[in-house]
Each structure stands twice: as C-alpha cells, then as structure tokens.
C-alpha cells in the first residue's frame, strides 16, 4: 500500500480514537454523545434482530424507485429539449424557476395530493430526481461542441446516426452527472421525508431515536445511511466507467472499469465447467430422491468459486513463470498489461478458496467426511494445477486431472450431496462430460503448442506433436458423444438424453477446424467454441436426465 | 463542366447574417487528381471556401459544383476526432455511414492503422495520442472512404514545427501512392502550400479574391529539403509572400484606422 493510501486512511480512524477515547474519560458526555463502540453494538444489534434490515430495504426502494421514475423521463426530456429550440422554450424556464425550491418544501402539498402512503414519499423524491436530471441534461446537450456534427455531417451521417454517435455520447459525461447529483439529492431528501410521514424506513428510525433518546441507536442508523450513500456512490461511478469509458481512460494508466477487469481476470464464462457436472449430479440423484435446492445451491456457489479460485491463480503462477505475453486473451491478460496486480490476483484468488473451503466445510458438516476428502483434492488439484514444482498442466497431466475432477468427482460428489451413498453408475454417466471438458483444455494446448514449447510448458498436444494432437481433439470430442451412446445403450443413461445429438454439427465442425488449422489465431475459435460446446451438451444433457423424470 | 474538372467554383461570394463579406466573386476550378493549395492572410476567407464545398456553409452569391458522384471527405484542424470513439471507429466512421459493416469497418480501420503506423494504439481513444497521431487518425478517417476530393482545413497548424514537416511528408507520400486524388488544402503556411499542392492558389485579405494563381515548376518526387533548396522554390515562395504581405500590411493599416 502506498503512503497516500495509508494517509487517507489515518485521519478517520484517529478521529474515531480520539472520539472514543475523549468519551472514556468522560470528557465528552457519554449521554448526548456516546463512544463509536457503542454505536457499533448497538449497529450490530439492529442488523441481528432483523428491524434495520427491513428500514434499509424499504428507504432503499423509496430512493430506486423515486430516481428511476425521475430520471428515465427527464434524461429522455433534457436530450429532446437539448435537441429542439421549440422544446427548449418550453422546458427550459419551468425547469428552471421549479429547480431552486427546496423539494421537501413541497411534501405537503404532495401529502395533500398523493396523501400520506408510500406514493407521496417516491413522488417526492421523484419529482427532485426529475428536475435535476432535466437541467443537467439539458446543459450537456447544449454544451456540446457544434463541430463534432458538422464532422459527422461532412462523413455522410443522417439524422438518426448523429443522435447514436455524437449528441448521446458527446451528453453522457454531464448526464451521468446529473444522475450523480440526483442521487445525492435523493438520499438527503428521504430522510427528511421519514422524518415527517413515516412509520419505517432510516429517517424514521434517526427520527424515533431521537425521542427515545437512544442516541446510539440513532448514530448506527446516521452510520447506514452514510453507508448506503456509499454504496451508491460507488455503483454510480461504476455506471460511469461503463458509460463514458473515453473520459476514464489517461494517457499513463489506461484505468478500465473495475467490473470489466475483474469480470475478464474471472473468466465467468468459463464457469460452465464449474456448474454442468454439479447440475448433472444432481439430475440423476433427482431420478431417486425429491431434490435439497439447498444443498445444490450451496454446491453451485462452491464449485464456481473454487473455480473462479483455480483461474486465479492459474494466472498468478503462469505470470510469475512469464508463460503468458501481454497478448493474451482475457486473462494473463489484465495482469499483463497493469490493470491488476499479481498480489491482487493472489488474494482474489485466495479469497475465492477460503469461500468455496467454507462451504465445502458446511457441506461436509451436513454430509460427512466424503465430501471433505473430495473436496481437499479438488482444491488441492485447482492449486497445484500451475502452483508448485510439480505443476500439472506443465508436465502434461492437465487433461486426466481435469478428466477426472470436473468429470466423475464433481458429479459424484454433487450425487453424494443428495443421496449419501458413493454410486458408481454416477461415475459412468459423467463421462460424456468428462471428455468435452478435456477437449476445452486440450484446444487450449492445440492452440499453444508452439509457444509452449518454446516455454518448456509439456502439454499432451506438445508431448504427441501436432497430428497426435489433432487426433487427441478427436477423440476427446468424439468420446463425448460415443461414450453417451454406449450408456444409453447399456441402460445406464435414459434415452431423452439423446437431446444431445443437437450438438454434433457444431462438433463436426470444430473438429474440421482443428484437423486444418496451424494458427494460433485460427485455433482461437476452436477454444471458446469448445467451451460452448461444453456448455451446450452439457445443459442438454442435464435437460435430457430432467425430461427423464416424467417419461 | 469539363471532364477532367472535379469542384468548379463559379463567382462564389459568402455575405454572412452580420453582414461581413468572406468571399466575393471567386472562381476556381480543381482538376482531377490535381493538389490545389489556398494560401491567404488569416481571416481572407479560406476556410469559408472549404466550408463551402463540404456542404457547412452556404453560398449567397454564385456557387460551386462537383463532378458528377464525386465523394468528398475532410480533415480539420485539431483532427476533430470524436473523442468517446475508438481509434478504430473514428477511423471507420465515414464507412460506418455509409453502410459498411462493422467487420469491414474493423479491417479497414486496421488497414490504415498499420498505414499510419498506428497498430499499438488501435482500440486507444483520441485523448491518448499525441497531437501528430490525432492527426494521423483523421487523415486515415478522411482517406478511408476513398474520397474523390479530400479537403484540408490547416490540418498541421497546431502541431509543433518537426511532428508537421513529418506530416506534410506523410500526406504526399499518400498522394504518390495514389490513396488520394484530388486535394484542396487551406493553409496559412506558405512552404506548406509549395511543397504540398501541384498548384498555389492566393487569396487576398477579406473579401477573399484570388490575387494570384502560381505552378511552380518543382521537380517533386524527392526530399523536401532538395525541394527546398531549388531555386524555383525560394523564388515562388518569395512572390507569394510579397503578395500576402502587402495584404497584410494593407488589413493592419486598416484596423489601425479604425
């Protein structure tokens, strides 16, 4: 951490000593002003019985609800009037005179109108939304530079396309504003509204505080309120990097939307992996038992964030090794290229295994030490996938661990979730599955095979050679579906689960692709097409156990 | 109009709404594949003319014409870029509009960035480039819809004095490979009109009249510091700035009058 960032961070928390200590030795009334630790009991309490919770939610939805019915139409408003004098002429002055009264000035003749329920409150706050987000749109439209149309113009764009590519964006900067300001707006004013005409809500709940003079009470409910504006702050910043991403970007760092980084560092849509094999464990345990969702939820979650945990520090150990070059698709990627750090990566990383280990933990609490077991060497399989010495994916074992352990262990484990008891007949079913998760990695390995010979990273597809390899792709994809046929010709898998055949063309055609193709470029296709296949089949698949429970 | 003749101004004159005369009275005719260079005291109405052509501006008097289904595209000054586009759509937007699709769009803004020496900077946004890149992004912007006239309105005047000999020599060596045609440039530049047009035209201070209408004999095709150092050069150069100076002398003793 930087010595900026630990500045910023020392002015408050000497404040909360200092408050705290000055009330400890009494040199602050401890009736009118009690200690920051007070006021975090009396927070915790709150939050625990369930009471502030309810209060949160409820102004939370006042506030929503209120910016979005105010802020939809009077951005839609400020661009048209921005747009057109006759509008303007017509807007422009009520916005304006209207703009200056103070809104909560205007609760009770709104009272008198909409009467005392929730409508009063969301009118309230969305009538000052409205305003501000017209004048604010207003001047972003206005403001923008009149030889950016003449440009478009002098390029052949019409009407319509100018609206699309330069009053929309050259308006979003002071529009995001506006919804910024608005929002502050909002939450100022619906604690003035709860003050008055509430029975929950946090104004009320400050509000109630105080004539019950429980000042603590009354500071953890100011505290969630700041909080709440916080978080909106944050997400609206957020909203901002999306929107107006030109004005985030500086020469030096080129600061992409935190969302967008992380989402690209996870990999989400890789996940596919993480969630057909729990899916389909609990497809065929449904064939005996009625379903825990409980439990399949919790093994969902888990399975994703250990997954989400094994690209991690997948990532972390290739850059440390310098396997991956800037140009790396997605992932490597971020790090590669600044946007985040390896020790980010690596707490990310690590945080995303403590989550799936304290899951995994619950669930073995439910189940029993099966589970544990299973659940220890898929971690420990996800670490040493790049980690250590002896790091899988490097020494050509990447597909039998990943074979094995996003195909019969992960299935049998969500089975065992349901139906305590190891079944081997889910062992044989998840071999479909098994194959085309291999065939993902594999397509990664075809693509890298040159790179990752120069690198000394041995893969199957760098140990057999590039036919070996090719013929490798064949047969984990063609082993998909084989392997499905022969189990429901044994019996073993139930015939709707033949839905699947709705994938062989797409599979014909990556493996003509991957029978052709040298460059890595061309091989690029391959990969995420694999995974989609991975997906597609596997969901059909599931579909196919699921259609099985009624016919 | 003649065949080989692209944009024909016929006794054009611009009277704005507050009465200021930019233009009175001037015809002029751009040939095909002919690189015309207006040079002229600042204020004389140059850029009005490009305004003009490019449909920004209205005549009052007289007009102009363009060769039948003759395209235009134009370079301002400051690039102009859009700056919440990409590299790559500002590049494409002409194409854009006119319908291209967007992987199209993509290899054509490809094509020219590596063209321009732009590959790295791509998915960059304009505010990230230097002033002789932005500039590089709206000549490929111009280029890329493969204009029959491109049009250029002191494309080079607020880059610093190497990053726009660079460009001048950039643009001709465009021209010579043939990704432009016919060209018409407004600069206040004199050495950038000679070494840039096959033909110098100079418009006096405002109302803008064509004074002079020079075609210096320069053996092109080299280095412009060969191109400088010929006799020819020195000497067109110094007729233009006579002719320039006297207008600017004449428009200074005015406004001291006033």
Redo the contacts between chains.
């Keep these: 951490m930087t010595q900026s960032r630990w500045l910023t961070w020392l002015s408050p928390v000497l404040l909360l000593v200092l408050w705290e200590v000055a009330v400890q030795l009494n040199l602050l009334n401890r009736v009118f002003i009690p200690p920051p630790s007070e006021v975090m009991v009396a927070l915790a309490k709150a939050l625990r019985d369930g009471s502030m919770e309810h209060d949160i939610l409820v102004s939370s939805q006042r506030i929503v609800l209120g910016f979005v019915i105010g802020a939809v139409p009077g951005t839609l408003l400020g661009i048209w009037s921005g747009l057109n004098r006759t509008v303007l002429a017509l807007v422009r002055p009520l916005a304006t005179m209207l703009y200056p009264v103070p809104k909560i000035a205007l609760l009770p003749l709104v009272i008198v109108v909409l009467g005392i329920g929730e409508v009063s409150k969301v009118a309230t706050v969305a009538v000052s939304v409205f305003l501000m987000v017209v004048i604010h749109t207003i001047g972003g439209v206005l403001q923008i530079d009149q030889r950016y149309f003449e440009a478009a113009r002098v390029f052949g764009a019409n009407q319509r396309t100018i609206f699309r590519t330069v009053a929309l964006p050259a308006s979003l900067p002071a529009i995001v504003e506006g919804w910024k300001l608005a929002m502050g707006f909002a939450l100022t004013l619906i604690v003035g509204v709860e003050f008055v005409g509430a029975n929950d809500g946090i104004g009320y709940r400050i509000w109630q505080s105080y004539e019950l003079y429980a000042i603590a009470d009354m500071m953890a409910a100011v505290c969630v309120i700041a909080g709440l504006g916080w978080v909106v702050t944050v997400v609206l910043d957020e909203v901002a990097r999306l929107l107006v991403p030109w004005r985030y970007t500086t020469v030096k760092e080129s600061r992409m939307s935190v969302i967008r980084t992380w989402w690209g560092a996870v990999r989400p849509w890789s996940y596919t992996a993480a969630i057909v094999p729990v899916l389909l464990g609990a497809a065929i345990a449904a064939q005996h038992v009625g379903l825990n969702w409980w439990l399949l939820i919790l093994a969902l979650i888990g399975s994703i964030a250990i997954q989400g945990g094994t690209n991690l520090m997948n990532d972390y150990y290739d850059y440390r090794k310098g396997t991956d070059t800037p140009a790396v698709k997605g992932t490597g990627g971020a790090l590669l290229r600044g946007e985040l750090t390896p020790t980010q990566i690596f707490w990310a990383g690590i945080t995303a295994f403590a989550i799936g280990a304290t899951i995994g933990l619950y669930l073995v609490s439910v189940t029993g030490p099966f589970i544990f077991w299973l659940g220890l060497c898929s971690v420990a399989v996800g670490y040493f996938y790049t980690a250590g010495p002896f790091a899988l994916a490097y020494v050509g074992l990447g597909e039998i661990a990943v074979f094995i352990f996003m195909g019969p262990v992960m299935v049998l484990g969500s089975y065992y979730l349901q139906i305590p008891t190891v079944a081997w007949p889910a062992v044989w079913v998840s071999l479909p599955v098994a194959f085309v998760v291999a065939a993902i990695l594999h397509a990664n390995n075809l693509r890298d095979i040159d790179t990752d010979r120069i690198n000394n990273k041995r893969t199957l597809a760098t140990i057999f050679g590039r036919d070996g390899a090719r013929i490798e792709y064949y047969i984990l994809v063609g082993g998909t579906f084989v392997s499905q046929w022969v189990l429901v010709a044994l019996g073993v898998a139930p015939w709707p689960t033949l839905v699947t055949l709705a994938m062989l063309p797409l599979a014909w055609k990556l493996m003509g692709i991957a029978g052709r193709e040298v460059d890595p470029a061309a091989l690029q296709p391959v990969l995420r097409q694999t995974a989609v296949l991975h997906m597609r089949f596997g969901l059909l698949y599931v579909l196919g156990w699921v259609i099985a429970l009624w016919v | 109009m003649d065949s080989g003749v692209v944009v024909d101004f016929a006794h054009l004159g611009v009277t704005y709404a507050n009465g200021v005369v930019a233009l009175s009275d001037l015809s002029l005719t751009i040939a095909a594949d002919q690189a015309v260079c207006v040079v002229g005291p600042s204020g004389c109405g140059k850029t009005t003319l490009l305004r003009v052509l ?3 501006e209205r005549a009052t008097q007289g007009g102009v014409q363009l060769s039948r289904s003759a395209t ?3 370079v ?1 000054q400051q690039g ?1 870029l ?4 990409s590299v790559a759509d500002n590049i494409s ?2 194409l ?3 319908g291209v699709t967007p992987p199209q769009c993509r290899a054509a803004a490809r094509e020219w960035c590596e063209r321009m020496g732009l590959q790295r900077f791509i998915d ?5 480039l230097s002033g002789g890149m932005q500039q590089r992004v709206g000549l490929a ?1 111009a280029l890329a ?1 493969n204009p029959d006239v491109l049009l250029l309105d002191e494309p080079f005047a607020a880059l610093d004095a190497q990053t726009r000999v660079l460009m001048q020599e950039l643009l001709v060596d465009l021209r010579r490979q043939g990704l432009c045609r016919s060209l018409l440039l407004v600069t206040h530049a004199i050495d950038e009109a000679l070494l840039v047009g096959d033909r110098v035209v100079v418009l006096s201070a405002r109302p803008g009249r064509i004074i002079a209408d020079v075609t210096p004999e320069l053996a092109h095709g080299r280095s412009f510091d060969e191109i400088r150092a010929q006799p020819a050069f020195t000497q067109a150069f110094t007729t233009i700035w006579q002719l320039i100076r006297g207008e600017v002398e004449a428009q200074l003793r005015e406004e001291v009058t006033l």
Excluded: D, I, S
Aim: proline share 8%; charged share 10%; no cysteine.
């Design positions: 490019a449909g920004l235009l595209a134009m301002f102009l859009f700056p919440w586009l937007y002409g854009m509009t006119r960059a946004f304009p505010h990230q912007r819809v």
